[in-house]
């Protein structure tokens, strides 16, 4: 149970962060002057937000997973190379990753362009000019949308039970399979995804409330 | 606004309240007037209850429950349900017989209504690879060992035998996860391992262990529908007499199993 509890809280935590790396870089990439890398980040974000997560985790698990090479594990069997785990966190993090990029996106497209401008004017190369100027300011605006689908990714982290990662929701199933306490082990998983969530929701706000500029946004 | 959501919720306790009583009322009335048995059964259990090439049900289970269907004079409905929903599927009503290859345990029939005499029995085993040579339950120690989420019997394997159980929605995901090596072997109803085992695409694979609680399976209604009980134990008496059970395992290419033989002796 405590195990489930901590299996959760590693998934979302893994998730949270490479998802918001993708959305860094991928917002980045969209920017580009080259056509294929604008390309080639609009079709991975038409693929992973127009597929449900659910579909994806099985895509990656059963189809993926078995294409990749095996290893020898310790019983004496082949196993494929990334257990149920490492493929829910592929999974979900691309998933968000997809929504995090059009976030950063709307977020970038707020900042002025004069200010992008008086940054170049200035000599700033065009990595200096997104990492320092527009990232930060942009980041502001982006924040409560990035909030809402962080909050939204916790969540998704459930479905990781299809593939059996043992994550709170599927402890919570096998006990009340055993224990036959259904109505309780309803009323503790609602609470304490809602106070993981809580959490986390508290967290954004605060760094919200940090992060603000008076006047601007 | 705030008056249209009060009769909104007005209309939904109305609509609860009568939803309420009629599963108050008999449940055999409900299902002549209705003029349509709903029963839970399996739809990824070979032979017990699966899906023909078609999609419709077949197997085992949903015969017998035709059997019932038959007796009441009224047409049948399948609904597929897994291991972890099938008593709340009862228990909410969205079923009226419930026949889910589900073991008979204690703490069961405090939740539904089980119905003496069993009709059917099993025990535990697993699936795994000829090469890996298990011999017995001891050699699962410490290895992943696929299971289907909510199945009595992962706490046993996991608990007394030390596996690290993968336990997957239903069994073809378990299946899979087997067959592409994420775990060592596949705990499960011996019954069902054996129809895998002759299966020519699971040639690789044996059912090594000696099977572990053999345990009977109960039928179940929901509490405080006796009427349906006595009739459901009527039926379950009959088709141990007339070796219906059987009669349908051979239909389906399962070994008789000791249970079937003994109870129809008894009931003979």
């Known amino acids: 149970m405590i195990g489930g509890f901590f299996i959760t809280i590693k998934l979302s935590a893994v998730c949270l962060f490479f998802s918001v790396i993708i959305g860094v870089i991928g917002a980045w990439l969209q920017g580009s002057t080259f056509k294929w890398t604008r390309r080639f980040v609009n079709g991975y974000i038409q693929l992973f937000r127009n597929t449900p997560p659910l579909v994806q985790l099985y895509f990656f698990y059963f189809a993926i997973g078995t294409l990749l090479p095996t290893i020898e594990n310790d019983w004496g069997g082949e196993s494929p190379l990334l257990g149920s785990f490492a493929w829910a966190a592929i999974s979900l993090s691309f998933f968000a990753g997809a929504f995090n990029v059009e976030i950063f996106r709307s977020g970038i497209e707020a900042v002025p362009k004069s200010t992008t401008e008086a940054a170049e004017a200035l000599g700033y190369t065009k990595l200096q000019i997104y990492v320092s100027i527009t990232l930060p300011l942009a980041f502001r605006v982006a924040l409560p949308a990035l909030n809402n689908n962080l909050v939204n990714l916790v969540k998704t982290t459930t479905l990781a039970y299809a593939i059996a990662v043992p994550d709170l929701l599927y402890e919570s199933n096998q006990i009340w399979s055993d224990n036959v306490n259904v109505t309780e082990m309803m009323i503790f998983l609602l609470l304490a995804y809602f106070f993981l969530v809580g959490i986390l929701v508290a967290g954004m706000n605060r760094w919200e409330r940090s992060m603000k500029i008076p006047g601007y946004g | ?268």
């Not at chain 2, 709340?88 to 204690?106: S, Y």
């Not at chain 2, 499960?188 to 699971?202: E, F, G, L, N, P």
């Not at chain 2, 179940?220 to 009669?247: C, N, P, Y």
Request: aromatic share 8%.
């Open chain 2, 1 to 268: 606004m705030k008056l249209k959501t009060l009769k909104t919720i007005a209309a939904a306790c109305v609509i609860a309240g009568i939803g309420m009583s009629t599963a108050s009322a008999d449940i055999l009335d409900t299902i002549k007037e209705r003029g349509k048995l709903i029963v839970g059964v399996k739809a990824d259990y070979v032979p017990y209850g699966f899906l023909d090439t078609s999609g419709a049900i077949i197997g085992i289970e949903p015969e017998l429950a035709k059997d019932v269907a038959d007796k009441l004079g009224v047409e049948i409905e399948y609904v597929p349900v897994v291991s972890s929903n099938r008593m709340q599927f009862l228990e909410q009503g969205k079923v009226d017989l419930m026949i889910a290859t589900m073991t008979d345990k204690p703490d069961r029939r405090k939740v539904v209504n089980i119905v003496d005499p069993n009709y059917y029995s099993s025990g535990t085993n697993v699936l795994s690879l000829k090469k890996l040579g298990f011999k017995n339950w001891d050699d699962l120690d410490g290895k992943p060992v696929c299971g289907i989420q909510g199945a009595f019997y992962n706490k046993a394997t996991s608990q007394q035998y030390g596996a690290k159980i993968v336990a997957f929605k239903g069994t073809a995901e378990a299946y899979a996860a087997l067959k592409s090596g994420n775990c060592a072997a596949f705990v499960y109803d011996d019954s069902a391992i054996v129809a895998k085992t002759q299966d020519d695409a699971w040639s690789d694979y044996e059912m090594p262990l000696p099977t572990i609680d053999d345990a009977p399976w109960g039928l179940a209604v929901q509490l405080g529908e006796d009427a349906f009980a006595t009739l459901m134990s009527e039926m379950i008496v009959d088709w141990h007499k007339t070796g219906r059970i059987l009669e349908l395992e051979t239909k389906y290419g399962v070994a008789n199993t000791p249970f079937a033989e003994a109870m129809h002796e008894k009931h003979k």
